[in-house]
């Protein structure tokens, strides 16, 4: 069991480009869960994905975000037009149900220049 | 609104010490409980969880943790600290309403220092 993957886990950005983080979930896994990781807030909810539903999008910021959870294939959190305030870690969990016991990935760490 | 405070941002141990991080919690509803434990460069690791039953959680490499619902607290805790314990610990809250999870809510995370 690979557990949950994600890629890249570095990824350097210009300011005005696109940014794309994958997530595979765990193998049986159809619950996925995007978190952001900035140095002075410690972690913060983003959205909450079922297969082809976004349950709850309550902590995405309102522009330039977006997620995705395709029927087949990874999760997607995709981040138009990136800016310096979007450099930070990005982590992915997935769980087999809402209540938890969720695995994270290693994060991916965006740095826009 | 749920949220978790850690009021420690460090906390430094010796080795072979007993070891406690705090943790006190907000949430309304039934709270479910986590500690996860963050190496350099790594991803956080789940360390362990309370979702109902006893108040002492037992989980990873030696860990405890007790939850106390007067208090609103779930502090971590470990009877002999080792160096490699050394890390970043965050607690996380999460509400199950029954109509599907709130998102986990994380600490801003204790800095754990063990020294040999």
């Known amino acids: 069991n690979a557990g949950v993957m994600q890629n890249p886990r570095h990824l350097v950005r210009r300011r005005g480009q696109e940014a794309r983080l994958r997530c595979s979930p765990m193998?049986?896994?159809?619950?996925v869960y995007w978190y952001r990781q900035l140095p002075e807030e410690g972690l913060k909810f983003m959205v909450y994905?079922?297969?082809?539903?976004?349950?709850?999008e309550s902590g995405m910021p309102k522009e330039r975000f977006s997620a995705e959870f395709p029927k087949e294939g990874p999760s997607i959190l995709r981040i138009q037009q990136v800016v310096r305030g979007d450099s930070a870690a990005y982590f992915c969990?997935?769980?087999?149900?809402?209540?938890?016991?969720?695995?994270f990935g290693s994060g991916t760490r965006l740095t826009v220049v | 609104a749920q949220s978790v405070a850690q009021p420690e941002d460090q906390v430094n141990v010796a080795e072979g010490n007993p070891l406690t991080v705090k943790c006190t919690y907000s949430?309304?509803?039934?709270?479910?409980l986590f500690w996860y434990v963050q190496y350099p460069n790594r991803g956080l690791q789940f360390l362990l969880k309370?979702?109902?039953?006893?108040?002492l959680v037992k989980g990873s490499y030696g860990f405890e943790a007790e939850f106390n619902k007067s208090q609103t607290s779930f502090h971590l805790k470990k009877p002999s600290a080792l160096v490699s314990d050394s890390a970043l610990y965050f607690c996380?809250?999460?509400?199950?309403?029954?109509?599907?999870?709130?998102?986990?809510?994380f600490g801003k995370g204790t800095h754990l220092i063990i020294q040999p």
């Open positions: 309370y979702i109902t039953g006893d108040n």
């Open positions: 193998k049986g896994h159809s619950h």
């Open positions: 949430v309304s509803g039934n709270p479910y």
């Open positions: 996380a809250v999460s509400s199950y309403s029954g109509g599907g999870a709130d998102g986990l809510t």
């Open positions: 969990a997935s769980s087999p149900d809402e209540i938890g016991g969720y695995t």
């Open positions: 994905l079922q297969k082809e539903n976004i349950i709850d």
